[in-house]
T-cell receptor, first 110, second 114 residues
Framework: DQQVKQNSPSLSVQEGRISILNCDYTNSMFDYFLWYKKYPAEGPTFLISISSIKDKNEDGRFTVFLNKSAKHLSLHIVPSQPGDSAVYFCAGFTGNQFYFGTGTSLTVIP | DTGVSQDPRHKITKRGQNVTFRCDPISEHNRLYWYRQTLGQGPEFLTYFQNEAQLEKSRLLSDRFSAERPKGSFSTLEIQRTEQGDSAMYLC????????????FGNGTRLTVT
């Protein structure tokens, strides 16, 4: 049962433009949501999170938006940089467990 | 370096052998998680500890898998009688107890069963 879904396996964006990564979830009990970035041969690195009671959280170039009625969240990266090229995972947390999506591979083209 | 540390980074073993992985979490964190990740998938929950108590195990965790955290610090994950389907990246992560506390992952142990 995939409770968190990332339907786009890959995304390519020009350097300087906005990257938008999307995530859908089915479990309305999630307390908060997280985004992780993963480079090859490394573990996922925490990027940004958002509580289920908020609809937006911003940290530098990264902004996460939460639409609870649509059970949808998105990560905006502005401006995109080549170093942002990585696999991005969204996750939801409830009941002491984190549930991860399958990831979106972002390529930022210089 | 005070991050999560995993050892070994890579392990190649023959089918039927036993393997053991170690994880040293961030010292202030009382929660420790084990995940498995295969190509094209996100991390898949295996089990988690709060201090030394193993509080939850995935139903996907067969009886060939066992995890311990004897003193509430480091943890070990053992796989007995390995099968080719066990080939994956095994990730350890730690966090504080409480809401809005993110997981911090190690760099994983890549297991290859031949």
């Amino acid at each position: 049962d995939q409770q968190v879904k990332q339907n786009s396996p890959s995304l390519s964006v020009q350097e300087g433009r906005i990257s938008i990564l999307n995530c859908d979830y089915t479990n309305s009990m999630f307390d908060y949501f997280l985004w992780y970035k993963k480079y090859p041969a490394e573990g996922p690195t925490f990027l940004i999170s958002i509580s289920s009671i908020k609809d937006k959280n911003e940290d530098g170039r990264f902004t996460v938006f939460l639409n609870k009625s649509a059970k949808h969240l998105s990560l905006h990266i502005v401006p995109s940089q080549p170093g942002d090229s990585a696999v991005y995972f969204c996750a939801g947390f409830t009941g002491n467990q984190f549930y991860f999506g399958t990831g979106t591979s972002l390529t930022v083209i210089p | 370096d005070t991050g999560v540390s995993q050892d070994p980074r890579h392990k190649i073993t023959k089918r039927g052998q036993n393997v053991t992985f170690r994880c040293d979490p961030i010292s202030e964190h009382n929660r420790l998680y084990w995940y498995r990740q295969t190509l094209g998938q996100g991390p898949e929950f295996l089990t988690y500890f709060q201090n030394e108590a193993q509080l939850e195990k995935s139903r996907l965790l067969s009886d060939r898998f066992s995890a311990e955290r004897p003193k509430g610090s480091f943890s070990t994950l053992e796989i007995q009688r390995t099968e080719q389907g066990d080939s994956a990246m095994y990730l350890c992560a730690s966090s504080f107890q409480g809401s809005n506390s993110p997981l911090h992952f190690g760099n994983g142990t890549r297991l290859t069963v031949t």
